[in-house]
């Protein structure tokens, strides 16, 4: 009889705010391990809001000891789960896609001879040790296939699925401490510089994102979308136009050359919707577009589109979204 497939399932706590992004991230990589009947195991190190590792769904919950937040210094994470690996023998491990992960990734792959996928958004076995993953390429236009066998490592983009729907509480769960090795310093943290300014929501972890396009007519139109979503403390995007135009700073960018946003709500004022742009809130659980041409690309790409002016409709828009009950 076949050794079951074990799913290793990667979280290491970062000071990312308030947003719980790994509820979204165990979504998707324990949705993965239900399709394919494999095990599931947990491996966390740090402490988050809300994240509460021994009531979550893994059959074993491997916790990092010390218990204490990794630096922007790679080694000893990677001993560190070197360490969980030789443990656990994972067919599939998972990290939540971002920049420092896939380069985690790729050296925990190297040292494992194991194959590395990035930004995945599906993995299904073909046959038993042949596996089938889906990634998008050219910005978003073609989802690519890549066939390989075990062990694979991969960066998991996150579900667009409600966390509570795959949640279910574990009392039974094996629980165990891996040591987290002494390993040299090769990088050391100097300084840190926050790209939103004071006052403003970070794009990264918002549940509501504005996005601001050409379509607002300049500089005052920024201002004018901005001032409305302050009012429900949404974070505000832009897209490359209003960024050429020099509207607005290129860290408010959003798509294939500036940042993927995973929010609840995304509101698109002015914005065409090309391939670009859109790669950047293929995470968002609800796209709303108001653009005055009905003819534009976001149209096809939004789930609710209002060909209107902004200027009409988005005040009113946002005082509906401020009742308590729309913002719960």
């Given at each position: 009889m076949?050794k079951?497939?074990t799913v290793?399932?990667v979280?290491i706590?970062?000071e990312?705010?308030?947003k719980?992004?790994?509820?979204?991230?165990l979504?998707?990589?324990?949705?993965i391990a239900?399709?394919?009947?494999?095990r599931t195991?947990?491996?966390?190190a740090?402490?988050e809001?809300?994240?509460?590792g021994?009531g979550?769904?893994?059959?074993e919950?491997?916790?990092?000891?010390?218990?204490?937040?990794?630096?922007e210094?790679?080694?000893?994470?990677?001993a560190?789960?070197?360490n969980?690996i030789?443990e656990?023998?994972?067919?599939l491990?998972?990290?939540p896609?971002?920049v420092?992960?896939a380069?985690?990734?790729?050296?925990?792959?190297?040292r494992?001879?194991?194959?590395?996928?990035?930004?995945c958004?599906?993995?299904?076995v073909l046959?038993?040790e042949t596996i089938?993953?889906v990634?998008?390429?050219?910005?978003g236009?073609?989802m690519?296939?890549f066939?390989?066998?075990?062990?694979?490592v991969a960066?998991?983009?996150s579900?667009?699925?409600?966390f509570?729907?795959?949640?279910?509480?574990n009392p039974?769960?094996?629980?165990?401490?891996?040591?987290?090795?002494?390993?040299?310093?090769k990088?050391r943290?100097i300084?840190?510089?926050y790209?939103?300014a004071?006052?403003e929501?970070n794009?990264?972890?918002?549940?509501?994102v504005?996005?601001?396009?050409?379509?607002?007519?300049?500089?005052?139109?920024v201002?004018f979308?901005k001032?409305?979503a302050?009012?429900?403390?949404?974070a505000?995007?832009v897209?490359?136009a209003v960024v050429d135009a020099?509207?607005?700073?290129?860290?408010s960018l959003?798509g294939?050359?500036?940042?993927?946003?995973?929010?609840?709500?995304y509101?698109?004022?002015?914005?065409?919707?090309?391939?670009?742009?859109m790669?950047g809130v293929?995470?968002?659980?609800?796209v709303?577009?108001?653009?005055?041409?009905?003819e534009?690309?976001?149209m096809?790409?939004?789930?609710?589109?209002?060909v209107?002016d902004?200027?009409?409709?988005l005040p009113?828009?946002i005082?509906?979204?401020?009742?308590?009950e729309c913002?719960s």
């Open positions: 076949a079951k497939k290793l399932t979280w706590a970062k990312t705010g308030k719980p992004f790994w509820r979204e991230f979504t998707a990589s324990w949705g239900k399709e394919m009947g494999a195991a947990l491996a966390y740090g402490q809001e809300g994240f509460a021994p979550l769904p893994a059959e919950i491997y916790v990092a000891k010390p218990q204490a937040r990794f630096s210094d790679p080694e000893p994470v990677l560190w789960l070197e969980v030789r656990v023998e994972p067919s491990v998972f990290l896609h971002s420092t992960n380069q985690i990734a790729a050296r925990l792959a190297f494992l001879d194991a194959g590395m996928v990035t930004d958004v599906s993995i299904k046959n038993g089938d993953i990634r998008p390429v050219y910005g236009k073609v690519a296939h066939t390989g066998t075990f062990p694979i960066t998991l983009r579900s667009r699925h409600p509570e729907e795959i949640l279910e509480e039974h769960a094996l629980e165990k401490e891996i040591i987290v090795p002494e390993t040299k310093e990088v943290l300084e840190k510089k790209l939103c004071e006052g929501v794009l990264l972890e918002a549940e509501i504005v996005g601001i396009g050409r379509g607002v007519g300049g500089p005052d139109g201002q979308v001032e409305q302050k009012r429900i403390g949404a505000i995007g897209s490359k020099g509207w607005a700073s290129p860290s959003i294939l050359s500036g940042k993927k946003v995973n929010p609840k709500l509101i698109a004022v002015g914005i065409s919707g090309s391939i670009q742009h790669t293929s995470g968002a659980r609800t709303v577009a108001i653009n005055v041409d009905p534009a690309p976001i096809e790409n939004c789930d609710v589109g209002l209107v902004y200027r009409k409709v009113d828009f005082s509906k979204l401020a009742k308590p913002l």
